[in-house]
């Protein structure tokens, strides 16, 4: 009997403290994810590309279904470099401050990596989010231009 309420006592303990560790670690780490988010789509509002580049993976992959309801639906990609590279030279210059949204949400963390979505008014973005050398950083984003009203 002594045997079994050691044995609970230790599971119990063992149960506080991951479930401590977890909703600190879970904190911390929803905001560096929304911070990375942030990051991404107002470095592209503001041209700065120092901060979208802080956001994104080298090795990033962003696509978008070109013509989905189309008889020969594809994918359009662009690269951490090409993404880098259009928000320093033209960002969102184009697009209205009415029209700039940055609303962030954390669909889903898991260890070392979160689905995230950005409804940025004129489009919405879903990105991959991963710890990579300690930092998160988007490493996949699948976008689609928004309805507009």
């Keep these: ?13 063992v149960g506080i403290i991951n479930a401590t560790s977890a909703s ?6 929803s905001s560096a994810i929304v911070a990375t988010a942030l990051d991404y789509i107002d470095g592209f ?5 120092e901060r979208m580049e ?3 993976h080298p090795e990033l992959a ?14 359009q990609n662009m690269t951490a470099e090409q993404l880098v590279q259009a928000t320093a030279s033209r960002g969102a210059a184009g697009i209205p401050e009415d ?3 940055e609303d962030v949400s954390i669909l889903d963390i898991y260890n070392n990596m979160a689905s995230v979505r950005i409804d940025a008014g004129l489009w919405i973005d879903y990105l991959h989010v991963a710890r ?11 976008w689609e231009m928004a309805p507009q009203d």
């Design 24 to 29: 600190a670690q879970t904190a911390a780490d």
């Design 99 to 101: 029209a700039r949204r």
């Design 132 to 142: 990579w050398n300690g930092e998160w950083k988007i490493v996949n984003v699948l």
């Design 1 to 13: 009997m002594r045997k079994l309420g050691a044995i609970l006592a230790l599971i119990t303990a």
């Design 45 to 49: 509002y503001t041209s700065d590309a």
């Design 62 to 75: 962003k696509r978008i279904v070109g013509d989905p309801a189309g008889p020969e639906s594809r994918l």
């Design 54 to 56: 802080r956001a994104l």
